[in-house]
């Protein structure tokens, strides 16, 4: 099975910190995504990855950036962390081609405070 | 820009029968996948189904369908006897892209309630 970990369950930072989210997997995928799920608003796409040091904007990366020095790496970085950061931040993986679905991680319920 | 639309919010359905949760998709690349996912209270996210843009016949898993209308850009998912463990939320998803990655995003989701 496709494993997909996120670093931290939970997170509690204070605003204006540098904050670091990781996410790892297994399977070799070429692709790596970030999300924010929001109540009402489902995930919302913020950046994706589709190799080692190949980074594209999702929908809402400002505020974000993301790192892929690894294939089965891909870390995201909240560079002055907001309240409006706080959320549950999903990651996935999926193998190259369209039709392959993608391998979520648990998530991470970060708290900006 | 890629759009998608679920535009209910809640549904409840009977232990047994069938519901159709509804998804509207816009894109301007003819080439594009449409997937649909359940999350329980649980949190964790599960594949259900997947449509190719290009795809003849309409996709069935079980007790999942695909009902894929091209032209109306619509793919909304059919379970068929729903069961107590159909509750849930459920995103429906595109992704388009031909070279360079894959932009995968998701609707808001609708939560189904299903009664005994």
């Known amino acids: 099975d496709v494993k997909v970990t996120q670093s931290s369950r939970y997170l509690v930072k204070r605003t204006g910190e540098k904050v670091f989210l990781e996410c790892v997997q297994d399977?070799?995928?070429?692709?790596m995504f970030w999300y924010r799920q929001d109540p009402g608003l489902g995930l919302r796409l913020i950046y994706f990855?589709?190799?080692?040091?190949?980074?594209e904007k999702g929908d809402i990366p400002e505020g974000y950036s993301v790192s892929r020095e690894k294939k089965e790496r891909f870390s995201l970085i909240l560079e002055s962390a907001s309240t409006n950061q706080t959320s549950m931040y999903l990651c996935?993986?999926?193998?190259?081609?369209?039709?392959?679905?993608?391998?979520f991680g648990d998530g991470t319920r970060l708290s900006i405070l | 820009a890629q759009k998608i639309t679920q535009t209910q919010p809640g549904m409840f359905v009977q232990e047994k029968e069938a519901v159709t949760l509804d998804c509207t998709y816009d894109?301007?690349?003819?080439?594009?996948?449409l997937f649909w996912y359940k999350q329980p209270s649980s949190g964790e996210m599960i594949f259900l189904i997947y449509?190719?843009?290009?795809?003849?016949q309409n996709a069935t898993e079980g007790r999942y369908s695909l009902n894929f209308q091209k032209a109306r850009k619509s793919a909304n998912l059919v379970i068929s006897a729903s069961q107590l463990g159909d509750s849930a939320m459920y995103f429906c998803?595109?992704?388009?892209?031909?070279?360079?990655?894959?932009?995968?995003?998701f609707g808001a989701g609708t939560r189904l309630f299903v009664k005994a």
């Open positions: 996935a993986s999926s193998a190259g081609g369209r039709n392959q679905p993608q391998h």
């Open positions: 399977m070799d995928h070429e692709n």
């Open positions: 990855s589709y190799d080692v040091k190949m980074k």
């Open positions: 894109t301007s690349d003819p080439s594009y996948g």
């Open positions: 449509q190719g843009s290009y795809d003849q």
């Open positions: 998803a595109m992704r388009e892209g031909n070279t360079g990655g894959f932009k995968t995003i």
